[in-house]
């Protein structure tokens, strides 16, 4: 198979060269990747400036470093760099979970959801941060994982979310199958002041509650679970559409 | 009520203010928007540098300006300058249409998203660009609309995706209930050389290839037709996620 691999963390991060590793023993392998952390970018793509692609050589291997989001590297990817549709793209292994309401800012999880959009089958792979930062298991299990996905195919517009627990492997008791959960983010900004006497703010560290329920992402992976959630790329509610056929929305701008 | 605008073309667009002439008449409206352009931003958020709120007087009054992403723009309201949850966010008027695959890349829809993400009703407004530039009938729709969504309800994590077609108002021929369109982009990017004989890429102005169906959006605003997308921020694939389920993917890391 020809596999696409990229991140949100930059080319240089441990966990996409400890899936390049293990991938690359049996399949095409191409590292396609920011050149610099892009955390909280969501599917951000860059429009006002140019993109750069260089190939480099890391600690891991050589890589094409693009000065860009995970989006902009999976449509570069795509349309410049392989000249061709891979046959998979897995982005990872993020260095922090991505459950929850968090999806809509990871880089990640974004660029699985372009290779989605594009109709090409995706997962995006992350790992809550502990000490031990035991990548290669993941990168197993992400082998394995890509031959389902191969094998039993995803519909069009649909990837997966995988995230896996901040225990030691052997603690890890089996696989869930999740939805996303829905839990706010607590929402906190850091005020200081500057020496010249001005205000500003620094996003906090967000403490994301999970949802309690074994079904969700968040729930799962508090009780050691892998989680993996099937994330599709259409965003229509259907059933408020039903609804609001039924508002009879006075159209003013005509009268 | 009290209502937060913003968008993502800055805040010193027309559109923008458009919106504040209008719901200003009746409502307390609090302007607090991107200091610059952000299109293509997505659900981006700051993470790695401060962000800083400036009160400014712009040719459409006075409003705060904030030199992040549209989505930092409703977090920083909610939580620093309002200090309390306005009644309802509107994003826009958005120079350009937002439909289909580009609902991702849009800063105007995430910042409707963001609100709803937070269980605040939402409406992000869009216009395709025309020489005329109308305005002023538009914000007169969305005073409306926004009594009818206060009056009628909308489900938590739901909010409403509004895109105004090209054609002057006269030509309007209703409004349209719709889902969002699936087509994918097609992808260009411009390859040039800079003068030190390096290559750089330019992401192209994609040519948006809207779906036939009336019941999407793109296809109703073809039509003339206002287009009403009711957006969820639950991404979980429920039907795939039964699928999933049978898969029994191997768990070889515990082997």
């Not at 892009?38 to 190939?55: D, E, K």
């Not at 900004?189 to 010249?196: A, E, G, L, N, S």
């Not at 993996?228 to 159209?251: A, E, F, N, R, S």
């Amino acid at each position: 198979m020809k596999i696409l691999l990229t991140n949100d963390d930059g080319i240089h991060a441990e966990g996409l060269w400890a899936l390049e590793k293990v991938l690359s023993l049996k399949h095409e392998v191409f590292v396609i990747a920011p050149d610099k952390e892009q955390s909280g970018i969501g599917h951000a793509i860059t429009l006002v400036r140019p993109l750069r692609v260089s190939r480099i050589q890391t600690n891991g291997g050589w890589g094409y470093a693009i000065n860009g989001t995970p989006a902009d590297c999976v449509k570069l990817a795509v349309a410049e760099v392989l000249k061709s549709r891979p046959d998979i793209v897995i982005s990872g292994i993020n260095h922090g979970l991505n459950v929850g309401v968090n999806l809509n800012y990871s880089g990640t999880v974004s660029a699985a959801k372009e290779a989605a959009l594009m109709g090409i089958p995706a997962v995006a792979i992350s790992q809550s941060p502990t000490p031990h930062h035991e990548y290669s298991f993941i990168a197993d299990f992400v082998a394995t994982l890509v031959v389902s996905v191969m094998d039993k195919g995803l519909p069009s517009g649909t990837f997966l979310n995988v995230n896996i627990p901040a225990c030691p492997k052997e603690k890890i008791v089996g696989i869930r199958i999740t939805r996303q959960g829905i839990s706010p983010l607590q929402e906190t900004f850091h005020k200081r002041i500057d020496p010249r006497n001005q205000v500003y703010y620094w996003q906090g560290v967000e403490k994301q509650v999970f949802d309690h329920e074994l079904e969700t992402d968040g729930g799962a992976l508090c009780e050691n679970y892998i989680s993996i959630t099937p994330v599709q790329c259409d965003m229509t509610d259907y059933k408020t559409m039903k609804q609001l056929k039924g508002w009879d929305i006075p159209l003013v701008i005509l009268a």
